[in-house]
């Protein structure tokens, strides 16, 4: 079984342990990596993982068919790690900021790039708003749908667009300011 | 068709490509019908390792465990007691009962370990020896380097490479390694050796091997590739056998099998010497899939009545299959590591 694989009505039946267990296999992964990003308490994560698949688990008979199950998965994640933090945190404040760690050092060999220009494109990207680094992060490195991660967001799918324009703009004018315009041929 | 950065590095079948070689006849095809394409896609990926982050991951041998813990709490908790999601009681025991678990399990296990950079492999500039909680660190400037491993097994390390590994390693023995190194990894029935490189995993048992880069040669033994990327992708286990290589294509996704260039006998040959006087081919060809551990097919019932008395000694295996045709008057293939003989019957 692949992540693709939707998540359907049918595991009333027998055997449906097995396929539970590949399910979880499947996306354990995904979401320990999404809600790091959230909480760096590991025992925290585990439990809202495990809270995830058992909910999941326990509600199997009553889903209808879950066509893909990434982004669901994530979205229950973000909702109970939220609802944890909240709780330990005893305060109505701010929801968790999404954190995000960029690695602009591979670039120094492979690009040729002089130190301090790296420290200079970390800073740009240290400095975007924490929900335009979990677009990011849902569109590149979970491989979300615009329109899923608009969901998983709560906000408009054109300003996931948006704010992966924005994105892509900064990191250009970066490489233009830093002199390498031979690595680019300037197209519109 | 798109044609902008911006509207390229928004479309998910764009992403999927760049990052996975997903569809890649389309896109490749794409790239074919205009002169900007290539360097378009060329910036594309400049913008896309900009975008490099940092972050944990799990072994696999971890995930293993958290899944069959989560099963276990399922199927202890009867399902009379089953409550509703939210119900704060039961919530707080479940977590008390992993939070034990946790403790247990990160005593026993290194968890998490820090992945590089998004599909780059970090070059460690020179020679260096480092650890950090529960994990060493070896690496090569300009000279080759011996690592014997926690469980016995020898490394030859390659000079600009490195390898990352579990000093006190649990069920499994993982090995996280960039560049290219040579493997000689003792026997143990029940716990796998694993080689993890930025695109392929090696799952080994008792023997040689060398990973470089996108490629696996098997010295001895037997080892099994598949590709790593990430649990979510249908992993294929590829045998490769001595005397194979296995290539990995990351934009085609797909393995290649290939006969090494110079296959060595793994076996002393039963035959003396490789010369037969009137024997059946069948028996030849069998001795020689023995010998060189070699994947030879052919139609037992049309060569069945074939004999064949040569000298084959002192030849390489491809000159023994190239008399052995000539002989039948026939001809081989190989396609895919495996060696298909065509011929017509004997009387």
Known sequence: MNSEAPISDDWGRAGDDAAFAALMRDHYDALYRYGQHFTQDDALLADCIQDVFANLWLNRHKLSSIEHPRPYLLTALKRRVFRLLERDRKAAGAPPAFTLEFSVEDLIVEKQLAEENALKLRQVLDQLPARQKEVIYLVYYQQLDPSEVAVLMNIHRQSVYNLLSETIRKIRDFWVESAMVVLFSLLA | ?347
């Open chain 2, 1 to 347: 068709m798109p044609e902008s950065i911006e509207t390229l590095l928004a479309d998910p079948r764009f992403i999927r490509w760049v990052i996975q070689g997903d569809d890649h006849s389309h896109w490749e095809a794409w790239m074919a019908g205009a002169p900007g394409r290539p360097a378009l896609v060329e910036e594309a990926r400049t913008l896309l390792r900009s975008l490099a982050i940092r972050e944990s991951a799990l072994s696999q041998e971890e995930i293993e465990g958290r899944v069959e813990a989560i099963l276990r709490r399922l199927r202890d908790d009867a399902p009379d007691r089953a409550a509703a999601a939210g119900e704060a009681g039961r919530l707080i025991r479940l977590r008390r009962g992993w939070a034990g678990a946790a403790i247990v399990a990160a005593a026993i296990v290194a968890a998490a370990i820090l992945v590089a950079a998004f599909w780059l492999a970090r070059r460690p500039r020179s020679a260096a020896s480092t650890a950090d909680d529960g994990f060493a660190t070896v690496s090569t400037g300009e000279s080759r380097r011996s690592v014997t491993l926690p469980d016995g097994s020898q490394v030859v390390l390659y000079p600009t490479s490195s390898i990352r590994y579990a000093t006190h390693p649990g069920a499994a023995v993982s090995v996280y390694l960039t560049g290219k190194a040579e493997f000689s990894v003792t026997v143990a029935p029940n716990r796998p050796f694993r080689v993890y490189t930025s695109d392929l995993v090696t799952t080994v048992l008792g023997t040689r091997f060398v990973v470089s880069g996108d490629k696996v040669t098997v010295i001895t033994g037997k080892v099994s590739v598949s590709r790593n990327a990430g649990p979510d992708s249908v992993l294929t286990g590829v045998q490769v056998k001595p005397n194979q290589a296995l290539v990995y294509e990351p934009l085609k996704r797909d393995f290649q099998k290939i006969l090494v260039d110079t296959p060595v006998a793994v076996r002393p040959p039963v035959t003396p010497d490789f010369r037969y006087d009137n024997a059946p081919v069948t028996e030849v060809l069998e001795q020689l899939k023995a010998t060189y551990d070699l994947d030879i097919v052919y139609d037992r019932d049309v060569l069945q009545h074939c004999k064949i008395s040569a000298d084959l000694s002192d030849e390489s295996i491809y000159r023994k299959l190239d008399l052995i045709c000539q002989a039948l008057d026939a001809r081989y293939t190989v396609t895919d590591g495996t060696v298909r003989i065509d011929a017509r019957p004997c009387e």
